[in-house]
């Protein structure tokens, strides 16, 4: 009979050992063939996990983006001022889809963040479309209210080609900064990719929506002011909420059944 080296002997303790370590290491992790391994620590705690399109909320986030959308950019045809701060309708609602847009970027990754922004420039130029109709139709018998109608509801291209041109441009960032962050920086530090992605995309947004609908139109320092005021307001209003899309964010990835599956199956 062949005898086993004392090297041998030594190769197969250690690996006894070696296995009973890594069995101690599953058992004390609760997860299978994750191990204490620095290198595998750091993997992990990069990790961005995201939920499928197709999960349980995501049709409603998109709903009631759309709805904001909508709602927002009826608002703003009227330029309103509170004493020197010079604004818009929207500003009452328009910072909400930011907010939104940051919570399916969030939880359900760029893809499906990037179809609820085309699914919203659809429905803007739908919008728009029918208001348009409306509009050219003759006024039926007993109507007598055609130029408030326009006024409010009117077919401006410089007004809708801002609109879909700030808010396209600017939650496509909005949604590709956060979800790049989080790749980088896995789950932690959510209020760091929240931030910033609404930094940058708030603020071309609102740049392009300014120039295009606006340049030439409001005067001097008050376009400038209005630039200014618009960005800070918008920005502030996702600070002041941060908590709330905190839990909101929270919320949604504990009952999201399908969170964790990886950003390209998103």
């Not at 250690?14 to 191990?35: H, I, K, L, N, V």
């Not at 818009?88 to 609820?116: H, N, Q």
């Not at 030439?216 to 376009?223: A, H, N, T």
């Not at 920005?235 to 999201?256: D, G, Q, S």
Request: net charge neutral.
């Amino acid at each position: 009979m062949s005898q086993k080296s004392p090297e041998s002997g030594r190769s197969e303790s250690e690996s006894g050992r070696s296995e009973s370590e890594s069995g101690r290491s599953e058992s004390e992790s609760g997860q299978p063939g994750r191990t204490t391994d620095p290198a595998h620590t750091t993997s992990a705690a990069r990790f961005a996990a995201f939920a499928s399109s197709r999960g349980r909320y995501y049709a409603v986030f998109l709903a009631v983006f759309c709805a904001v959308l909508i709602i927002s950019n009826i608002s703003a045809t009227k330029v309103i001022g509170f004493g020197p701060v010079v604004t818009d309708g929207g500003a009452f609602l328009f910072p909400i889809a930011y907010i939104l847009g940051d919570v399916i970027s969030e939880v359900y990754g760029f893809k499906a963040a990037r179809k609820a922004v085309i699914t919203g420039f659809g429905l803007q130029i739908l919008a728009t479309f029918v208001f348009w109709l409306v509009l050219i139709s003759p006024p039926g018998p007993g109507y007598e209210n055609q130029d408030a109608f326009a006024a409010v509801l009117g077919f401006y291209p410089r007004i809708v080609a801002a609109s879909l041109v700030g808010y396209f441009v600017g939650q496509l960032l909005n949604s590709w900064v956060l979800v790049a962050v989080k790749k980088r920086m896995g789950e932690s530090k959510l209020w760091v990719r929240l931030l910033t992605s609404t930094g940058v995309g708030e603020f071309v947004d609102t740049l392009l929506f300014c120039i295009i609908a606006f340049a030439g139109v409001i005067p001097g320092l008050d376009f400038l002011n209005y630039i200014v005021v618009g960005f800070v307001y918008k920005v502030a209003v996702e600070v002041i909420f941060l908590p709330v899309t905190y839990r909101v964010i929270k919320l949604v990835k504990r009952h999201e059944p399908s969170y964790e599956l990886d950003a390209a199956e998103a």
